[in-house]
């Protein structure tokens, strides 16, 4: 197991399109007994509700969405490049048909008890404060209804950034 240091968030230097969107992260969630990740190149970070708040958009299809919904917590693990073959098959293989953590040459970590990717080089641990199911009717630019031809929608989670770890 790897040794992290907390952050204090507010004073990190993190480029959202740069680390989500081209580097990808690993969103997990669970319990020491059973936790699933997935990898996600759609989200963000700011500040809402008076707090250091995390966004994911998470398909109504992944079974990781069901171990979000299920408990209070999720974690967002940024990896470093040598990973990105893992990232990429933790983003085309579903938990529900193998353990694809250890196919993938990851290892869990936890802290206080919420699941995270231990070669992960950063890690937001996120409170969720609010999901928000994305329909049809909301969008405004037609353009966005392409995402969602078979009807498989996002939820959008929002959690509060209760602690940034690094290695
Ligand atoms: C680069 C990349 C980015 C992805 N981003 C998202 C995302 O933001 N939201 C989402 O729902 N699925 C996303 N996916 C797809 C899931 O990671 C994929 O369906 C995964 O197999 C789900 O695993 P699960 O069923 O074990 O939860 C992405 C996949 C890849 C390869």
């Known amino acids: 197991m790897h040794v992290f240091q907390p952050i204090p968030v507010d004073t990190m230097e ?3 399109f740069e680390s989500i ?18 990898t996600v ?14 966004f994911i958009f998470v398909r109504d299809s992944r079974y990781t969405k ?3 919904d299920a408990g ?3 974690s967002i693990s940024f990896m470093g490049k ?9 983003g085309s293989h579903s938990g529900r048909d193998s353990d694809k953590v250890a196919k993938a040459g990851l290892t869990w970590n936890y802290k206080h008890s919420i699941p995270f990717i231990d070669e992960g080089s950063f890690i937001f641990l996120c409170q969720k404060l609010s999901a928000v199911k994305l329909t049809e009717d909301s969008f405004i630019s037609p353009e966005i209804s ?3 031809k078979d009807g498989d929608m996002h939820t959008m989670y929002i959690g509060e950034i209760l602690e940034l770890m690094a290695r």
């Open 146 to 148: 392409k995402w969602y």
């Open 66 to 68: 069901e171990f979000i």
């Open 82 to 90: 040598e990973y990105k073959e893992a990232l990429s098959y933790c």
């Open 14 to 16: 993190f480029n959202p």
């Open 21 to 38: 969107g081209k580097d990808w992260a690993l969103v997990s969630a669970g319990s020491r007994q059973k936790a699933n990740t997935m």
């Open 41 to 54: 190149s759609w989200g963000g970070v700011g500040v809402l509700w008076g707090k250091n708040v995390a």
């Open 72 to 74: 209070d917590f999720f």
